[in-house]
């Protein structure tokens, strides 16, 4: 489905946190598109919320299909990360102190239940969602080699062992990105995202004496197995390259097709800067043997 | 095998980081078995090097060698971790630098085929490896519930759950612990430990506003699938309980039979203290279903 095959009427963006809302609001724009901004709190930031149609709480269920009731939107996209970030959306749930249990309960259930409730909810109302495939699609990563270093052997084993250990993961809901050097897993992210999982990875590092970028190794980053790709996509951009970097990784592989790369030219201008090589990976074929 | 069973001769223990080698070794003594220390730099604390026999770099294979010969032990135990804790062994390889090229050769097969090497090592010299079972069955984990708080459906749940992730990542070369709450999972450890696993988790936790545990949840830790358990078990102790309570979580579940618990009166102690629930789970039945 592309832009020009949706018929008449508005696009909603029920938007989370993350530059994608504002990448995708700008498309519809671009195209000439219509479209309403529903922006969560706790998760879209200051410039989405000053465009947005309508801010109401990731939990305010009600709120939200009172907005599309209204607006009669012809899609639905949900663009933008709403994986707790921790403190926010607590404080946010706070606020209905009346739900407390229902807050619990899908608390409890993790964000994969989270998201295909929200799916379930939006098509059950007869409301068609869209993903970035059919919103904007030149956001997703190709199966290609982007920029000019390759990996090398060891490199090339390692994304093999990624992709596969992601793939014994699918089942279960935990993020979407590990680090591998050599056969051993350094990390795998958890709900503190990528960043801070680099970040982890460049303290344990930290002090090898005997060369610069100490262990060399590859951020593995892509879809579960099985997920619908119309929500929730890993993404990197340039500070995931930055951040990698200082981690001493050698290279980044995503999964094509189902990965989104962030201000492309310049992501690529930065693993070129910084010697670091970013693959586009089809995993498709490989997942049956994790 | 007991202590008693094996033949005339002195035990060498070849000693990593933590407690457990000097355990070993007050245990030996107490039993008027004659032993020898050989303590790793570098991971080996302190105390048990001023007591050792002899202080070798990790990867001083054959300085290590030339002690087992030179001794004649009738039997070997590796104790205590050896898993690259960051910077201390680094700087010990680095004071080998001729070896350069060989030391990046063992870092990056990883710590599983470092120990499989070890165990092939003494085995092929004609030595006997014994692990904590046969010589100090009682620091092992029972099948059994510890102090006086239980797991209630969830967190019985939550440790199902916690075992079938772990036995997913057996083939991976990775830490042997997880923290879940409700179907997410909040963290796998990697080689920084579960101290620092548990202190990314009690970050994460932190802000919830509305109540003081706020998330439940528990750890899970035991050794992989079809891992020698003659070597390098996983352990807790009174600060794995302290820092799960400050991680918020509701209970430790330990695989029985694989895990070490150490300085076990003051362990439950603290647990039933922190309001914790403390198990020891036979996780080989469960195992297949990953």
């Not at 020009?4 to 700008?26: K, W």
């Not at 801010?55 to 009600?62: A, H, K, S």
């Not at 990390?187 to 982890?200: H, K, Y």
């Amino acid at each position: 489905m592309t832009l020009a095959e949706i018929g008449a009427g508005p696009v909603a963006i029920l938007a989370g946190s993350g530059q994608l809302p504002l990448l995708v609001a700008d498309r519809l724009a671009a195209a000439g598109r219509e479209h309403r901004i529903l922006a969560f709190r706790g998760f879209a930031d200051r410039a989405l919320r000053s465009r947005a149609d309508a801010v109401l709480g990731l939990l305010d269920i009600r709120g939200a299909i009172a907005c599309l009731d209204a607006w009669r939107p012809v899609a639905v996209t949900l663009a933008g990360g709403v994986r707790r970030p921790g403190a926010s959306v607590a404080l946010d749930a706070f606020s209905l102190v009346r739900n407390r249990r229902e807050i619990a309960a899908v608390w409890a259930r993790g964000d994969d239940n989270l998201l295909r409730a929200a799916v379930a909810l939006i098509e059950e109302r007869g409301y068609r969602l869209l993903g970035i495939a059919d919103l904007a699609p030149e956001l997703l990563a190709e199966e290609t080699l982007y920029g000019r270093h390759a990996p090398d052997a060891a490199g090339r084993a390692e994304i093999g062992l990624g992709f596969a250990l992601l793939a014994r993961l699918s089942p279960f809901d935990i993020g979407q990105a590990a680090v591998l050097r050599g056969e051993r897993v350094v990390a795998i992210e958890g709900p503190e995202g990528t960043d801070r999982m680099l970040a982890r990875v460049a303290e344990i590092a930290k002090p090898g004496p005997f060369r610069r970028r100490p262990f060399g190794g590859v951020l593995v980053k892509g879809p579960k197995l099985g997920q619908d790709l119309r929500v929730d996509l890993p993404a990197i951009g340039p500070r995931t390259i930055v951040n990698a970097a200082r981690a001493g990784i050698a290279g980044i592989a995503v999964a094509s097709g189902g990965t989104i790369v962030l201000d492309r030219a310049r992501t690529v201008a930065e693993a070129d800067r910084l010697g670091l090589f970013l693959i586009g990976t089809d995993t498709r074929q490989g997942a049956g043997t994790g």
